[in-house]
């Protein structure tokens, strides 16, 4: 079936650095792919998302691009701010699977930002 | 904000006990689900809705049942609620577009002692 894999937390930068989040997918159609965010005590936003192959999704600094090639959807963001501190969550749906109506998360990514 | 109310917020119970959590929208969706959050496991699809009265199962409903009698509503059910549905439980509704991305409520805090 359809998984999500994402790279194992925590991870803890300083304001204004770089940062990576790694996602890769498996999925036997063309799935559509997104990022999300939690931050404590909250329900997940939708942060990004991309449909189909080379899109790039963007959102308050993030970005994402869809590689077909290599089944990837990693997040990035050039200068993090203590804001930025919560967990992650790659996620994808694949209509060709008759389940257009499930998300399937990764294990999720807790990103901690030091002043 | 895609109008999504759960209710209660935290609940404290016992073992064996049966507990009901409300899923309320005001816009209208035909999709919704819940999900529970566990560390180390992400989010795990329990049940969902795709109309009043149509529901499935996902990959974690051992234990859990679900209602949709209105549009708005959908409830789920821990009949007899045990140590190991202690968990963190969200309702989402999937948006309006053609992108099957989903919208998450503020989640209900869940502990069974």
């Known amino acids: 079936g359809d998984s999500v894999t994402q790279m194992e937390g925590p991870v803890t930068l300083s304001e204004e650095a770089f940062l990576t989040i790694n996602c890769t997918y498996t999925?036997?159609?063309?799935?559509?792919l997104f990022w999300y965010v939690q931050y404590p005590g909250e329900g997940l936003q939708l942060l990004l998302k991309?449909?189909?192959?080379?899109d790039k999704g963007s959102n308050k600094g993030f970005e994402a691009t869809y590689r077909k090639e290599t089944t990837s959807f990693h997040l990035e963001k050039g200068s993090v701010q203590v804001s930025d501190s919560a967990v992650y969550f790659c996620?994808?749906?694949?209509?060709?699977?008759?389940?257009?109506?499930?998300?399937?998360f990764g294990k999720g990514t807790k990103l901690t930002v030091n002043p | 904000d895609a109008g999504i109310t759960q209710s209660p917020r935290h609940k404290v119970t016992e073992t064996g006990t049966p507990v009901t959590l409300r899923c309320h929208q005001t816009?209208?969706?035909?999709?919704m689900y819940w999900y529970r959050q566990d560390p180390g496991h992400g989010l795990r699809l329990i049940h969902y809705?795709?109309?009043?009265?149509?529901?499935d199962k996902g990959e974690v409903s051992d234990g859990y049942s679900v209602s949709r009698s209105k549009t708005e509503d959908f409830l789920l059910t821990l009949e007899s609620a045990t140590s190991s549905q202690t968990s963190v439980y969200f309702c989402?509704?999937?948006?309006?577009?053609?992108?099957?991305?989903?919208?998450f409520g503020p989640g209900t805090r869940l502990t069974v002692t």
């Open positions: 989402a509704i999937r948006g309006p577009g053609g992108d099957y991305e989903q919208y």
């Open positions: 999925a036997t159609g063309y799935p559509s």
């Open positions: 991309a449909t189909k192959a080379d």
């Open positions: 996620a994808l749906s694949d209509p060709t699977q008759g389940g257009s109506e499930k998300l399937v």
């Open positions: 816009e209208n969706h035909r999709y």
């Open positions: 809705s795709y109309g009043v009265k149509d529901t």
